[in-house]
């Protein structure tokens, strides 16, 4: 099972796995939106997951697949912080050691969760490429497994889960507006849903300020981008020039990608809060945010998934009191 498309029967597999470890989470039919946009818009409450974030999904997935040689010599990921935090999680459940690499950029909200979490934390470099650097030598020198966020099948298969959560939740389901940066959650949920519903659409949102995936695409190849301070900085870095899986496959079933500017992911995390009574970070209110400001128009039932909380919770009073919060100027 190492070529081809991650497949449905992988996602099966990944929930029968995870099942212990991960809770199903729930969908909220949005009166505002489906006001608004005229259409029934439901919101999958993906925040709500342990640790804040799907990423648990994925984690759970890889350590459940690790052979009893790897368990005992531990695993490490380098992370933006809510693989680190998924990670570290999925790997205390198993009585695994964790270390998470991640760069300067990463705000100390989700340095502490990782922490919080168990595992030991190393802050290397000004991007996601350096923190990789002190990865690799961990598992050159010390037999390490290197648990990737996104290119990697189990991964993908573990994201998946959500997929065919969201066609048992919304069986009528049309369109999932699903938070892109490496693709490891749209190939996941796009491979999960499309083969019960080849005709629903999936459509990807990224932030305008390094939209990674989307340069690809244009591209046509992977192509490397910076990062930059974003609001939905869970969504900066690269899908990597030597990606495997991800992005043949986002190319393959992902219908469209559109982008956010910073203005329009404010408005999101405000609408979440204001109307919804939901604490989602930038990179999980998204598909609201494409929704409010008409980027998207779908034509059924659609899905927002609101992939993860974790928030500074002093950025976000100040966004929801209506301040005008630019971290773009936070990058020197
Ligand atoms: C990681 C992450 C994403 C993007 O997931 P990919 O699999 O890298 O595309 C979206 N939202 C949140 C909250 C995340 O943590």
């Avoid at 809770?23 to 709500?48: A, G, M, W």
Wanted: negative net charge; aromatic residues 4%; glycine residues 12%.
């Amino acid at each position: 099972m190492t070529d081809g498309f991650v497949n449905f029967a992988e996602i099966e597999a990944a929930q029968a796995a995870i099942a212990g470890v991960v809770r199903q989470t729930f969908v909220n039919r949005s009166e505002s939106l489906t006001v608004s946009v005229d259409l029934p818009i439901y919101l999958k409450l993906e925040h709500q997951q342990i640790t804040g974030s799907f990423k648990l999904r994925g984690a759970s997935n890889a350590i459940a697949q690790l052979t009893e040689a790897e368990r005992a010599r531990g695993v490490v990921g380098v992370s933006t912080g809510n693989h680190g935090r998924g990670l570290a999680y999925a790997a205390r459940a198993a009585g695994v050691r964790c270390i998470i690499c991640m760069s300067r950029l990463v705000p100390q909200a989700k340095i502490d969760g990782i922490k919080a979490q168990g595992a030991q934390v190393r802050i290397v470099g000004r991007s996601q490429d350096e923190a990789q650097e002190e990865v690799d030598r961990l598992v050159a020198e010390e037999g390490m497994t290197m648990i990737p966020p996104f290119d990697h099948r189990a991964i993908i298969a573990g994201q998946g889960t959500l997929g065919l959560e969201l066609v048992e939740q919304v069986p009528d389901l049309d369109t999932v507006l699903v938070p892109l940066s490496g693709g490891g959650l749209i190939c996941g949920v796009a491979a999960a849903v499309k083969a019960k519903k080849p005709e629903a659409k999936i459509v990807g949102i990224s932030m305008e300020r390094g939209a990674a995936m989307h340069a690809c695409l244009q591209a046509g190849r992977p192509v490397a981008v910076e990062e930059l301070p974003t609001l939905a900085d869970s969504l900066g870095g690269g899908i990597g020039l030597d990606n495997r899986h991800t992005f043949a496959m986002t190319r393959a079933l992902v219908d469209d990608v559109v982008l956010l500017d910073e203005g329009e992911i404010a408005r999101a995390i405000r609408h979440a809060y204001w109307r919804e009574r939901q604490i989602v970070e930038g990179s999980g209110a998204v598909g609201i945010g494409a929704l409010l400001a008409r980027k998207v128009t779908p034509v059924g039932p659609t899905v927002a998934i609101l992939s993860g909380g974790n928030i500074d919770m002093e950025q976000h009073h100040r966004i929801v009191s209506g301040e005008d919060v630019d971290v773009t100027a936070e990058a020197a």
